[in-house]
């Protein structure tokens, strides 16, 4: 692989300068944006703030944030420095956010004042963790980075070096740190661009905390070409529909219940379709759940002239990608689809052994996106990755045309 995720970002300051980036509008209503050479500076100021503070490559920094203008710059700043991000959800109580730091051995973290991060601020100080403090304001930021150059910096970074930890508990039991290389990254941003085929004029609107791989991971294919993302909290069916108006909004990734309020408000009345001009989008996808093929049928008789997919993924895999519906295919609906000419599946029994279509069995999958490991939890790895390949835990079945489709998760 010849580029990382992150040389993408340096191309995009050079090529599109002072076009858009991101875009983000508060609760309030309030628009903030960050052009391409605003976002690559910004990155290499807290890069150049991390190395400052001692941070070598391969030292795990934490990002505790709710969604906000600041949360992808942060976040490629410290891959630019050749750290790891520990990305953490904020929606967790602060037993388990310490929990997961101490696993991964992480002590020093990117920690938002906002109000839903405000106590594991005040707790997570108390104990002894290294934070830089991201305030709400656009005029405050962070403040270490202040007097930071943003000049571009290079670390000597490879494909299979360490880029990410999220984490995942499962069914069942405390949180699984899932590690994730460079090269798994780029290789699910390609995946997603092959598939829906971005262009650097799309809009892609993202709903989905960005701790989560999916909400990034679906604007990442954008993302290698240039494309802007705009990031709102509200997800109430007008206020969805009247940013994606407002912004021209060209690709949204919608769960399976913002699907189904925008349908019922539409319904309802409580939506004037005829008020609003969405000419601009041309794809909502879907995933993350299994997605009843009813809802979509309903949707696509409300927007008869806009594409539909759904995606299959998991963390474990860089998160979404590995398996598409595809919007030629909706005469599919109910399946995920079928695998990325890059990925291998198979459904096999309790002892491996593959079963013949149309059995039900345990999905499999063999890519390039699959994570390296759970970070210090050998005994994990070797149960869910066996000779390549990812065991997922979901079961499902492949008809005869080679569609799967899951029964439970």
């Excluded at 710059?73 to 630019?80: A, H, M, R, S, V």
């Excluded at 005040?122 to 943003?150: A, G, M, P, W």
């Excluded at 689809?337 to 345990?362: A, H, L, M, Q, S």
Aim: charged share 20%.
């Amino acid at each position: 692989m010849d580029m990382l995720l992150i040389d993408y970002l340096l191309n995009n300051a050079t090529k599109y300068t002072n076009e858009e980036a991101i875009v983000y509008i508060s609760q309030h209503g309030q628009r903030e944006a960050l052009s391409w050479n605003e976002l690559n500076g910004l990155s290499n100021k807290i890069a150049n703030m991390l190395i400052s503070k001692e941070i070598r490559k391969g030292d795990k920094v934490g990002l505790l944030s709710m969604n906000s203008l600041l949360w992808l710059p942060i976040y490629f700043g410290i891959l630019k420095a050749g750290a790891i991000v520990v990305s953490l959800n904020y929606n967790e109580d602060i037993d388990e956010i310490d929990y997961c730091l101490n696993l991964v051995e992480c002590k020093t973290l990117f920690l938002s004042n906002a109000y839903k991060c405000y106590d594991a601020l005040t707790s997570l100080t108390d104990n002894q963790y290294r934070i830089f403090e991201v305030h709400d304001s656009t005029e405050e930021y962070i403040n270490e980075i202040k007097e930071c150059s943003d000049d571009n910096i290079f670390v000597s970074i490879g494909d299979n070096d360490d880029a990410a930890i999220y984490f995942s508990s499962g069914t069942t039991g405390r949180s699984k740190a899932i590690l994730l290389t460079h090269f798994a990254l780029l290789s699910a941003a390609e995946t997603e661009l092959a598939h829906h085929k971005q262009q650097q004029q799309d809009r892609f609107l993202c709903l989905a905390p960005l701790y989560h791989t999916g909400a990034k991971i679906h604007w990442f294919g954008s993302f290698l070409v240039g494309g802007c993302i705009v990031i709102s909290p509200s997800t109430s069916p007008m206020s969805v529909l009247k940013t994606i108006e407002r912004e021209k909004i060209t690709i949204a990734f919608l769960l399976v219940s913002q699907i189904q309020d925008i349908l019922d408000a539409i319904s309802l009345g409580d939506v004037d379709m005829k008020a609003l001009d969405l000419s601009s989008w041309r794809l909502m996808h879907s995933g993350a759940q299994p997605i009843p093929a009813s809802l979509i049928t309903r949707w696509c008789t409300q927007f008869p002239n806009m594409l539909y997919d759904t995606n299959y993924g998991l963390t474990e895999a860089s998160g979404p990608g590995c398996i598409h519906l595809g919007s030629e295919n909706i005469h599919k609906l109910g399946s995920i689809g079928r695998p990325d000419p890059k990925w291998k599946v198979d459904i096999v029994n309790e002892v491996g052994f593959p079963v013949e279509k149309g059995t039900i069995g345990e999905l499999i999958i063999h890519g390039p996106s699959v994570m390296k490991g759970y970070y210090h939890d050998a005994h994990s790895t070797n149960k869910t990755i066996k000779n390549n390949w990812l065991y997922t835990g979901d079961m499902a079945y492949i008809d005869v045309d080679g569609f799967i489709y899951l029964v439970d998760r």
